[in-house]
């Protein structure tokens, strides 16, 4: 059993609105695998609870001309059998690929990842790398926010108490981009990550036009690593280039030490993350 | 005090009273007496309380039962038909893939629910799949012996 709690369920999305807008002090649960073990160790206290699990019109995955649009209800284990997923926004398929446990991701959902707000969320990084935003709603309006601007600390967002995250929006980008992710934890899978890393490079020949990174597991909220972008932006793709860009992402990351690594192992594991995605990405030396 | 959901466990349907913050875990060991699903570490990490809700996979420390009201849940007790064991039920058998058996209800659901959509399931793929639930008696190799071993009645099945 789980502390008392009231239960409250609709099947959609303006009636779930509306509840929330009476109801601001409710917990909003969908898969509900990280929330059943918060409120039953009591980390997170809540009076009532607000299934949105039922919603069908939050469970899709669209394809169209300029993005592609996630429902927030879809299940990782539905992103990673996604032929789209795969094809399209590859760095957020091999995080859902080594995502938990089969159990955990047919049950866990992308908006439940997200808003959780664990630094070490795998889908996170990902999503960074490929600009996603979220759409913020409430029973009047929608908002957009880019993903990297929603979180404030660990399981801290900038969601309002009346507002449901309903669909994750990923811009098609052209073919010049290349993408990667590297997660470490203790082992393949059914882990936290120690550190994760999500780079995209945009390349012109042998030249780096643009570059984004994004780390998990090392600061309060999933990272942009704006100074090793920086330092590549613009240069000529070289191993030594690589080497020196890796190394300066101790200044874009501020990890603490805790029961899976200490502070110091992920600044070293950092750079080399950072190094070994880069090089996938340019497929030079693994 | 709480509310009645009604849930097709093995094929027979059930109605139960339950609280708002019971787990479904509970209300099927206690409640529903259906004794195959385990109690052990109560924060998804072990999976020996491993279910089929509505055919999928789930592990039922992380799910309430208000949510799961109408559901259809299968645990190894629905395996066997008219008596005969379900295959891969014969296979851990003809192979020992047990020692003390606490986590052998999980392990044969999770394998019979993997063999049906993909048998021809890789050792690789067997083991992904699996890696979920803990033999703390170290059976693993047993167990993804008899796996193998029964695909190729999957196999047949699938081909019918």
Known sequence: MIPRIEYYKFENLSEALSYLRNNPDSKIIAGGTDLIIQLRSKKINARKLLDISRINELKYIQDGSEYFRIGALVTIEELKKSKVIKDYAQPLWRAVNNFAVWQVRNTATIGGNICNASPAADTVPPLIVLEAKLKLQNIERVREVKIEEFFKGPGETIIERDEILTEIVIPKKNSLWRYSFIKLGRRHSHILSIVNVAVGLKMNNTKIEDAIIALGSVAPTPVRAKNVEEYLRERQATSKLIDEASREVVKDIKPISDVRASAEYRVEMSKLLVKKALNECLDIMK | ?160
């Open chain 2, 1 to 160: 005090m709480g509310r009645w959901i009604t849930l097709t466990v093995n094929g027979s349907k059930r109605r139960v009273e339950v609280k708002d913050n019971e787990i479904l875990l509970d209300v099927l060991r206690d409640k529903l007496k259906v004794k195959s699903v385990k109690a052990a570490c109560w924060r998804g990490e072990c999976g020996l309380c491993s279910i089929l809700l509505n055919g999928k996979l789930v592990k039922s420390c992380l799910v309430l039962a208000v949510e799961v009201d109408g559901s259809e849940i299968l645990t190894v007790e629905g395996l066997a038909r008219d008596g005969e064991l379900a295959p891969i039920q014969r296979s851990f058998i003809e192979h020992g893939a047990l020692q003390c058996g606490f986590c052998t209800p999980a392990f044969v659901l999770a394998s019979h629910k993997l063999l049906e959509e993909n048998p021809s399931a890789s050792e690789d793929e067997i083991k992904e799949s699996l890696s979920g639930i803990v033999c703390r008696c170290g059976t693993y190799y047993e167990i993804i012996e008899a796996i193998k071993d029964a695909s190729k009645h999957y196999q047949v099945r699938k081909k019918v």
